[in-house]
């Protein structure tokens, strides 16, 4: 599904910043991964080139075998909205749009009509617990139900792979491990790919595979065998 190969970036400044190193990594189709680092390691850079959200400066990227490399805006924004769904640790609701207003939003960049993106939202709404909630605005839901709804509103489109940056990072713990076990069912009953960047090893032993970055550098990479998935099982998300 990912495939990078010697990725490089540096920002340019006053102080130009080598933020990553070389980065090579490969994440095949239904891996749940963590990428773990200390702040300012260099996880959002990389999360955010996995996302076509920042170009890298050397090295390649291939994303479901397409190659990644010097797109023009409008190609970028394309295959974001066709293979990849987004979870952020702020949420990135909009606030002045419902629950349900917010999950039919990139249908609605998608061009599909009003009636099935509200039919659509209403669906993912369901199947994560929160259709009494649709009506309301964001700062009437708590953390875990406005995680919730980023989390549908980043499935609707049915992408490839799910990137989450830090998606337990305003949340207490009770809501952290609701929301991975949440991402866990994606992954072993839909088969879904989710790469998870975090500095806390407790989110990241939600995961099956640990990838630690230091500094730009890529690691020790752990397989986390203390979990048995059953991918592909019945009754998921995106069914
Ligand atoms: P992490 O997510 O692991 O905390 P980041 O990838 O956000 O790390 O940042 C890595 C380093 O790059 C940090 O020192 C950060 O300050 C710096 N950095 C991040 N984004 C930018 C940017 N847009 N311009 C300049 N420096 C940046
Ligand atoms: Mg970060």
């Known amino acids: 599904m990912i495939h990078l190969k010697d ?24 891996e749940f991964v963590s990428i773990m680092g200390a702040s300012g390691s260099g996880k959002s850079t990389l999360l955010n080139i996995l996302g076509i959200l920042d170009n890298y400066d050397s090295g390649s990227y291939e994303l479901a075998g397409t190659p990644i490399w010097n797109l023009s805006e409008r190609k970028a924004a394309e295959y974001r909205n066709k293979m990849i769904g987004f979870i952020f640790q702020s949420f990135n609701l909009i606030s002045f749009k419902t629950a349900v207003e917010n999950v039919e939003l990139p249908l609605f960049y998608q061009g599909v009509s009003r009636k099935k993106r509200h039919q659509m939202a209403m669906e993912y709404l369901d199947k994560l617990g929160l259709a ?108």
């Open 132 to 239: 009494d909630w649709a009506e309301h605005y964001p700062n009437e839901l708590s953390g875990g139900q406005k995680q919730r709804v980023a989390i549908a509103r980043a499935l609707i489109t049915r992408p490839q792979i799910i990137l989450a940056d830090e998606p337990t990072g305003a949340l207490d713990s009770k809501t952290s491990v609701e929301v991975m076990q949440l991402l866990k069912k994606l992954n072993q009953e839909d088969g879904m790919t989710i790469v998870v960047v975090t500095h806390e090893s407790g989110v990241a032993n939600e995961t099956n595979k640990i990838v630690h970055i230091k500094d730009g550098v890529i690691g020790q990479i752990e397989e986390n065998l203390d979990h048995n998935a059953s991918p592909f099982g019945s009754g998921g998300l995106m069914k």
């Open 7 to 30: 990725i490089n970036k540096t920002y340019q400044g006053a102080q130009p910043l080598h933020v990553l190193k070389g980065i090579s990594l490969d994440i095949a189709k239904g």
